[in-house]
């Protein structure tokens, strides 16, 4: 009996000392080789960002927006955002643009700037004339016409790539407009004007127009869309919700942004935090007499005001002031349908808005080689961007992007627009993989975008730590919770696994594509797609 215990030990110590000196010893000193360069989860090593060619052009030397850089408690000293828009990855000169990838041209916006003048000048007038008539004084906002303003710049700006450049100082003085701007008009946004106040209550998924959001005008002709707080910062989505019915929340529409822009995909516009005066800053400039009917005050004699929609005309699905000032986002309006305009496309892993239903996508493992086939994803950049939103709702946690937008006057080969971002950041608690599924599925992403996301792997530029940072110099600060902050590190591990998965199965040449590809075949513009459907 002790002889047989004496040889099961010793079999047992030397199956011990080969699986450390064959298998556990090597992976401890790969892991010790390439700590500083790989991230934890992947073998996909991070090339030295010196290779890299420096710009000749750019003047971003640092962290972009910082709305109190001039204050005397304003340290860059540890700054890990500056640090992290300071490496060449973020630096990589883009060739001079072309007239034809601009949006606008300037002479275009002046024209266009001059007819909401006139526009407005119009309404002045029969607003006067209407106030004589009957005897009432008006206290008209004093407008004043720019050509130096912020949102004017900023719609110069927008080009086939990107909504801003990294090193725009237009972006920070608009974010500034934003926040301190006197507001001279208050009106519900064109979505919800289109729907009249008749909603069909039969449907599960209900129009954009019950979400309380408002289009707001601002001394200088500047526009921007209000989203009020509906949630606290510490409340989670419930479970048993679903995403189409989901709270729209006003942090994560600004979080968005930041994050959108520390990924360097610019493809959000500027949104930041204010605290509206309800009374003073949009009943009382409001003149939609349909607007200002949906106000009451509270018995706790607070100014509260709900939705236009006949099923949430209910006092208890309005939002209060306390008792007049209610936080919200404030997000800049992009050039207007007449001038720019915008096609609205179905997203190809659009989810089911029904209880039981599911797409084609949530059971075909294999439905990425269909849409590799057709267009306009069988050439170009198209659906690689569709990934790099796949991307960027995956680390928000937003189920609900069923659609996406670009400019018409950039076709096939325009950015994507991430709009709508409210029903992000409702559960940190949770890692919904299924939006991940455009990657997972294709098992492609862009070259810049995965270098981007290791570097933000690492511990000297974690996510968690330059988003925590970039959101400080928000008004509404802190816009996100702790626990939101470290889920975008989890879940960010979790695309680079993902994408390791792929590498393993298909090869780094396969996964891995250069950015900027040229079409292979003349593509149609997005209007003639229009017209073929």
Known sequence: MRRDRFLLAAALAALFSADFYFILLPKLQSRRHTAGDVCSCSNLSLPSLETLVRPQLSNWTRAPFPSRETSPDFDDGGSKLKRLFSQPLYNIQT???????????LEQLIEYYRRKVSHWERHKKLYDEAASFTNVSLKEPK??????????????????????????????QLLWDMENMTIVSADYTQDEKALKGACDCTQVVKPSGHHLKLALKMHNFGKAMFKPMRQQRDEETPEDFFYFVDFQRHNAEIAAFHLDMIL???????????????????????HNEDLRAVFFTSPANNTCFFAKCLYMCKTEY?????????????????????????????????????????EEWEVNPFFCDSIKQAYPYNSGNRLLNIIDMAIFDFLIGNMDRHHYEIFTKFGDEGLLLHLDNARGFGKHSHDEMSILAPLSQCCMIKHSTLLRLQLLARSDF??????????????LRPVLTEPHLLALDRRLQKILRVVQRCVRRLGKDEVVTRDFIKPTATPQTATATKRSR
């Open 264 to 286: 360097d995909f610019r493809r959000v516009p500027p949104v930041v935090g204010r605290r509206v005066n309800l009374t003073r800053e949009v009943f009382q400039v409001a």
């Open 318 to 358: 309005a939002v209060c002031g306390s008792p007049e000032l209610l936080e919200g986002s404030l997000s800049a309006y992009l050039p207007g349908l007449t001038v720019a305009p915008r096609l609205s496309i179905p997203n190809p892993w659009k989810r089911s808005y029904t209880f039981a239903e599911r």
């Open 462 to 475: 974690r996510l968690s730590d330059v988003m925590r940072e970039s959101l400080e110099k928000d008004p």
């Open 143 to 172: 407008m004043t016409y720019d050509p130096d303003a912020s949102w004017l710049k900023f719609h110069l700006g927008i080009n086939r790539y990107a909504l801003y450049s990294r090193d725009d100082p237009t972006i920070l």
């Open 95 to 105: 060739p001079e643009l072309k007239q034809e990838e601009k949006l606008l041209q």
